[in-house]
T-cell receptor, first 119, second 114 residues
């Protein structure tokens, strides 16, 4: 079964600084998706960034980028120039792409990391 | 597109009462998911459907929980009878085919059972 682990329950960063959130996962599949979702106090789940496993290039979305290390099964999120609006719970998530089996289509989340941004 | 629509946003009920949560997925999406979020257990997948058919309900806590998807545009999650430990935020999410990527989430239904 796929598992996703976020080892940092809480992180903090000064406004305008850079912070990295860690995520590791376990799978025997070769092709899959990895995601980072943000959940602000409004509780809405917002997609931050996604990575396809077969793509070597790390995904980037404005101030958000990932460091995807497939062999190490590591998927960290870097937030540059942190803003007060980045304060939220961040979830790493995994989704298998290959068809078949009861886990096909299922999105598995990590435990989440609470990010605090200090002015 | 209006996104995934959940109702009610908030529900307060007494132990023993029946609770029904509703979800309208994004039109054209083949997958629908029900998640539960609590402080203690984080985000748990309860059940998911593909083309209205339940694929995996192994996350449903017990027989008090049931979910249906009578058509492509509507799903319900029912708890009968409800208990205080069912208090949580329940999310519905939908996605196109699994190969298409991410899930799109509704705003969640916060359930409080007294």
């Amino acid at each position: 079964a796929q598992t996703v682990t976020q080892s940092q329950p809480e992180m903090s960063v000064q406004e305008a600084e850079t912070v990295t959130l860690s995520c590791t996962y376990d799978t025997s599949e070769s092709d899959y998706y990895l995601f980072w979702y943000k959940q602000p106090p409004s509780r809405q789940m917002i997609l931050v960034i996604r990575q396809e496993a077969y793509k070597q290039q790390n995904a980037t979305e404005n101030r958000f980028s990932v460091n995807f290390q497939k062999a190490a099964k590591s998927f960290s999120l870097k937030i540059s120039d942190s803003q007060l609006g980045d304060a939220a719970m961040y979830f790493c998530a995994y989704r298998r792409k290959k068809a078949g089996g009861t886990s096909y289509g299922k999105l598995t989340f990590g435990q989440g990391t609470i990010l605090t941004v200090h002015p | 597109d209006a996104g995934v629509i959940q109702s009610p946003r908030h529900e307060v009920t007494e132990m023993g009462q029946e609770v029904t949560l509703r979800c309208k997925p994004i039109s054209g999406h083949d997958y629908l998911f029900w998640y539960r979020q609590t402080m203690m257990r984080g985000l748990e997948l309860l059940i998911y459907f593909n083309n209205n058919v339940p694929i995996d309900d192994s996350g449903m806590p017990e027989d008090r929980f049931s979910a249906k998807m009578p058509n492509a545009s509507f799903s319900t999650l029912k708890i009968q009878p409800s208990e205080p430990r069912d208090s949580a935020v329940y999310f519905c999410a939908s996605s196109p085919s699994a190969g298409a990527g991410e899930l799109f989430f509704g705003e969640g239904s916060r359930l409080t059972v007294l």
